[in-house]
């Protein structure tokens, strides 16, 4: 049996400091492009989705976080398919 001893707190500080800035400085910019001064869930949970490393990294629930959103392709080609017969029509 191998027994690993690590005798300084800071190998495991530098790098969830590092993970803890990235992620507020990603919830911070969500809650700017949304305009509103005080940060929610919601923005940790667009901060975290939206980011491709944070959420490989961090696949938690969150709570009161909501969905991505997102609209399913082939709703939207139905409706520029109905579009397209309207305008030739008229």
């Known amino acids: 049996m191998i027994l690993v001893i690590i005798s300084h ?3 495991f500080s530098r790098p969830s400091q590092n993970l803890l800035t990235d992620v507020i400085f990603a919830t911070q910019n969500a809650a700017k492009d949304l305009k509103v001064k005080r ?3 919601r923005h940790l949970q667009l901060a975290i989705r939206g ?3 944070l959420d490989t990294l ?3 629930t969150i709570a ?3 969905v991505l959103p997102h609209i399913n392709r082939a709703l939207l080609l ?3 398919q109905k579009k397209k017969a309207k305008a030739q029509e008229a």
């Open 39 to 41: 940060i929610t869930p």
């Open 51 to 53: 980011d491709e490393e």
């Open 9 to 11: 707190p800071s190998l």
């Open 64 to 66: 009161f976080g909501g």
């Open 58 to 60: 961090i696949r938690a």
């Open 78 to 80: 139905k409706v520029e």
